[in-house]
């Protein structure tokens, strides 16, 4: 398998700050997906900037990727996972690994990150012991065996059902409607020896979407006549695009709500709602019409500059 370099993929230096990943992450997820981008490539280039931001945003992953990037390694060497990997036990000598059902909202992932944080190949970066089946044996008592499920949020939103293999198994796992992170599903009996397999649900990384407790968060790029002037607009959402009216006289950075398309409430709690903030863009002028367009705006707004 190939070494990949996340921070490459994603436009930032390899100190880079949380705050600057997420912003080079939405600003790359925005420009390839594949519902707008008509570049050449932009599937593929939407699925490895989801997965550089996978392993960067979570303090755990990026420290492992950063320790195995130390070694010199650089985009397309050929890489083997020396044995017993460079994994770990979990605390209490139960195995914790990391699932990734289909690989979150940006489809699956490649091998290198399967074997850098799945551990579900023996000998693989993850899990220094050959996955979770590796310790099972004659006479030994059964024990809970504790993983982390990744779940796109749309599944989080619906109450889906989404396909995990663990075990050298293959589950069909039903995610309750609006389950929280770090609340846990449990499949009885299905750990090792014989233990039940408790899954911890994550949220996925989302191009579109931030979350905010059970509030959605969406920003959406407008242009400056539409921010002006007002519009009607379409607007994605986890349960698909909604018409969204625009004030006229909107600025940068305004927050629009559509209630209640958030995140399910649970146990009596009211649904979240959906934030979208707007971002004015300024198209390039493409044409000599469309720059006469912008000069005369220019010497319509003479003098004009922000308070």
Known sequence: MQFKDYYEILGVEPNAGDAEIKTAYRRLARKYHPDVSKEEGAEERFKAVNEAYEALRDPQKRSAYDELRTRGYRPGDEIQPPPGGFGGQGAGGVDFDEIFAGGGAGGGFSDFFEQMFGGRRAGGFGGGHGGFGSHAGQGMPPRDTRARLSV??????????????????????????????????????????????????EYAAHPQF??????????????????????????????????????????????????????????????????????????????????????????????????
């Open 152 to 201: 796109p949020l749309e599944t989080v939103y619906r109450g889906d059902s989404v396909r995990v293999p663990v075990l050298g198994k293959t589950f069909d796992v039903r995610i309750p409607k609006g389950i929280r992170p770090g609340q846990v599903v449990r499949l009885p009996r299905q750990g090792q020896q014989g233990g039940d397999l408790l899954l911890e649900i």
């Open 210 to 307: 931030e979350v905010d407790g059970r509030n959605i968060i969406h920003l959406l790029p407008v242009a400056p006549w539409e921010a002006a002037l007002g519009a009607t607009v379409s607007v994605p959402t986890l349960g698909g695009n909604v018409e969204l009216k625009i004030p006229a006289g909107s600025e940068e950075g305004r927050k629009l709500r559509l209630r209640g398309r958030g995140l399910p409430g649970t146990g009596g709690a009211a649904n979240g709602d959906q934030l979208v903030e707007l971002e004015v863009q300024a198209p390039p002028p493409r044409t000599a019409e469309q720059t006469a367009a912008y000069e005369a705006l220019r010497d319509a707004f003479d003098g004009w500059r922000r308070s």
